[in-house]
């Protein structure tokens, strides 16, 4: 029989807390589980200890790759074997809380079959010794939603983009039906893979249950891509992903034009925050800034003007600033020394509301 869980567990360079998350599985009173553990070629124990953790228990499954840079890859495996019914990401770094499989499973039985089960997360600061509980989800939220109505409740609370792969379980069986997979080597391969996910399902049921626990960390892949460089590379990437996702589902029938509006000012903030807020200004030089915004736009601004259309002309005229930057080089100064007050003038306004 198929269990009612697939937990998928990307797993590289994890030796200090790996034993923790697959502890934290097997701890589970809710047995009605498989464990699918994909390692990546480590430089560390990480593949001899969860050999050792899943020896002699029929519910781990464990698959060994050569090493991607990012938990993409890994997690495209553990779906591309799963069996269960629900599909749970958990990092390798990160745990279970106590008994949150069972309290998951009672939730689902009261609205089962839904497509993606947005949760409330445990954030566990290292070093800090902080943890707090985070939802993303506002507390009147809907019961139930479509998912561009969920996109929208979501993205009118918050400015920031939605990374929630690993705090959404998620019905298998959508996955397969809407051939939805991370892209292989992106580090914010959540920050791609959940608009995605959120604007082509059904039926999506918040529940506001804190089952992850998140620990964050500098030196691991997401503390590390941070760095001024590097993240300017990685978001680009996503952009460019998401732009071309949006300008293809606003062709469909139904689409709801109010999903443009609280996605380009999300996309829009990232866009002045990275390439054009006053960090990135100082820390990273223009030509930097302009080859990745060129990587964002290498297939034209059309997918760009899509998402620019429907957005009020203070918004329009920002995202106008962007391209004028990539394009007019004599111009590209005064953007950016006027561009910052500009956004700046947005983010007033939103808060006005």
């Known amino acids: 029989m198929k269990p009612f869980f697939s937990i998928i567990v990307p797993c590289c360079d994890v030796a200090p807390y790996v034993r923790e998350c697959l502890d934290s599985v097997k701890r589970q009173a809710f047995a009605d589980w498989e464990c699918l553990a994909v390692v990546e070629e480590s430089r560390d124990d990480t593949e001899?200890?969860?050999r050792e953790l899943a020896a002699g228990d029929a519910r781990f499954r464990v698959f060994a790759e050569p090493r991607s840079g990012s938990p993409a890859t890994p997690r495209n495996t553990g779906l591309d074997h799963a069996c269960g019914e629900y599909v749970i990401f958990l990092d390798g770094d990160d745990m279970l809380a106590e008994d949150a499989l069972a309290r998951l499973a009672g939730k689902i039985r009261e609205r089962p079959g839904a497509d993606l089960y947005p949760c409330a997360f445990r954030d566990w600061r290292e070093g800090r010794g902080t943890v707090q509980t985070v939802d993303n989800w506002p507390a009147d939220a809907p019961a139930e939603m479509s998912g561009q109505q969920s996109?929208?409740?979501?993205y009118r609370h918050s400015h920031t983009p939605f990374s929630?792969?690993?705090f959404?379980?998620?019905r298998r069986t959508f996955l397969e039906e809407r051939s939805l997979r991370f892209v292989p080597g992106l580090v914010y391969e959540d920050m791609e893979f959940a608009p995605r996910a959120f604007c082509r399902a059904h039926r999506v049921v918040p529940l506001h249950e804190p089952f992850y626990m998140y620990r964050t960390r500098d030196d691991s892949i997401m503390g590390v891509s941070r760095?001024?460089?590097?993240?300017?590379?990685h978001y680009a990437r996503v952009l460019k992903s998401l732009f071309a996702f949006h300008a293809a589902l606003a062709k469909e029938r139904g689409f709801d034009p109010e999903v443009s509006r609280v996605l380009g000012r999300s996309w829009?903030?990232?866009?002045?925050?990275?390439?054009f807020g006053t960090d990135s200004l100082a820390s990273i030089p223009r030509q930097r800034?302009?080859?990745?915004?060129?990587?964002?736009?290498?297939?034209?601004?059309g997918d760009f003007r899509a998402l620019l259309a429907p957005a009020p002309l203070f918004r329009r005229a920002a995202g106008w600033c962007v391209v004028l930057f990539v394009r007019v080089p004599v111009l590209r100064r005064a953007i950016e020394t006027f561009l910052p007050h500009i956004y700046e003038r947005l983010a007033r306004r939103a808060r006005g509301r």
């Open 289 to 301: 800034r302009l080859e990745t915004l060129r990587t964002v736009f290498s297939d034209g601004f």
């Open 164 to 166: 929630g792969a690993p």
């Open 268 to 275: 829009l903030a990232l866009l002045r925050n990275e390439w």
């Open 227 to 233: 760095a001024a460089g590097p993240k300017l590379e």
């Open 151 to 154: 996109v929208v409740a979501l």
């Open 168 to 170: 959404t379980i998620c």
């Open 48 to 50: 001899r200890i969860v």
